[in-house]
C-alpha cells in the first residue's frame, strides 16, 4: 500500500482527527508538520489553497477538508468500520459532524482555543477576556446540543465508536484547560464522561499535542 502523510501543526485540533483515525485503523503514517507562520507559503498553499490545517496524501492522491480525509480513510480501511451500518445512526454520526464543524470549532474553540491555548502558547499572546466572553452564550448552545445528541449512549452516533468522536472529542479537549470548561460543562456530566472514555483510548493518547510532537521528531 501506499505510504500516508499527514500535513499539520501538533495541537491543532483537525490535525489530531486524522492521525487518531488512521491509528485506530492500525495504519502507519508519516507526520509532516507544518511550521505556525508558513500556512500562507507556496509550499502549503499547493497543498492546500485555503491556506488550513490537515492536508493529506495517499501516494500520489492528495485531499484536504478534514471530513473528506476521514470518509476517505474509512472506505479505504474498512476494518474496524468507523460508518455505521445504520442509517439512523449514520445519519446521527453525520448530524455530530456538521455540528462540529460549524458550531463547535467556528466561533467557540476557533476563539477560546485560540485565545487560552494556541496564542500563549506559541506566540506568547495574552488571551482576549472580551472576545472569550463573547464565545461563551454560543459555546453552552453548542455543548447543550451535543449532550442532547449523546444522551444515555457510549458514543455520539449510538452504539458504536465513528468518526463523529473521532472528530468531536479533539475539539472539545482542545478547550478542557480553558477556564471557560467549566461554564460550558456545567450540568453536562455526560458529555464530560464520554470525552473522558475517548480521551483514555489508545488513538488519543498517541495523539496529544506532545505525543504528535513526537510523531514529528521521529519522521524527521
Given amino acids: 500500500m501506499?505510504?500516508?502523510?499527514?500535513?499539520?501543526?501538533a495541537g491543532s485540533p483537525y490535525v489530531r482527527s486524522v492521525a487518531a483515525t488512521l491509528i485506530e485503523k492500525g495504519s502507519p503514517f508519516r507526520f509532516a508538520p507544518v511550521a505556525p507562520g508558513t500556512f500562507r507559503s507556496a509550499q502549503h498553499l499547493a497543498r492546500h489553497p485555503f491556506g488550513k490545517v490537515p492536508a493529506f496524501d495517499h501516494g500520489d492522491f492528495?485531499?484536504?477538508?478534514?471530513?473528506?480525509?476521514?470518509r476517505y480513510l474509512d472506505r479505504i480501511l474498512p476494518d474496524p468500520a468507523l460508518t455505521p451500518t445504520d442509517p439512523h445512526e449514520a445519519a446521527r454520526m453525520d448530524q455530530a459532524m456538521?455540528?462540529?464543524?460549524?458550531?463547535?470549532?467556528?466561533?467557540?474553540?476557533?476563539?477560546?482555543?485560540?485565545?487560552?491555548?494556541?496564542?500563549?502558547?506559541?506566540?506568547?499572546?495574552?488571551?482576549?477576556?472580551a472576545l472569550c466572553a463573547q464565545a461563551v452564550?454560543?459555546?453552552?448552545?453548542?455543548?447543550?446540543?451535543?449532550?442532547?445528541?449523546?444522551?444515555?449512549?457510549?458514543?455520539?452516533?449510538?452504539?458504536?465508536?465513528?468518526?463523529?468522536?473521532?472528530?468531536?472529542?479533539?475539539c472539545l479537549g482542545f478547550l478542557a484547560p480553558a477556564p471557560e470548561w467549566a461554564v460550558l460543562t456545567e450540568g453536562r456530566e455526560n458529555l464530560v464522561a464520554?470525552?473522558?472514555?475517548?480521551?483514555?483510548?489508545?488513538?488519543?493518547?498517541?495523539?496529544?499535542?506532545?505525543?504528535?510532537?513526537?510523531?514529528a521528531k521521529a519522521a524527521a
Fill in 62 to 70: 492528495a485531499l484536504y477538508e478534514t471530513q473528506a480525509i476521514l
Fill in 2 to 9: 501506499d505510504t500516508f502523510t499527514l500535513h499539520g501543526l
Fill in 194 to 215: 464520554w470525552l473522558a472514555r475517548i480521551e483514555a483510548r489508545e488513538s488519543m493518547q498517541r495523539t496529544t499535542w506532545q505525543g504528535m510532537a513526537a510523531l
Fill in 137 to 170: 452564550p454560543k459555546g453552552q448552545v453548542v455543548f447543550g446540543v451535543l449532550s442532547d445528541l449523546l444522551g444515555d449512549h457510549d458514543y455520539l452516533a449510538g452504539s458504536m465508536l465513528t468518526l463523529a468522536d473521532l472528530l468531536v472529542a479533539p
Fill in 98 to 129: 456538521a455540528i462540529s464543524d460549524n458550531y463547535l470549532f467556528n466561533g467557540v474553540a476557533s476563539v477560546i482555543g485560540f485565545q487560552r491555548v494556541v496564542g500563549p502558547a506559541l506566540m506568547g499572546l495574552i488571551a482576549d477576556e
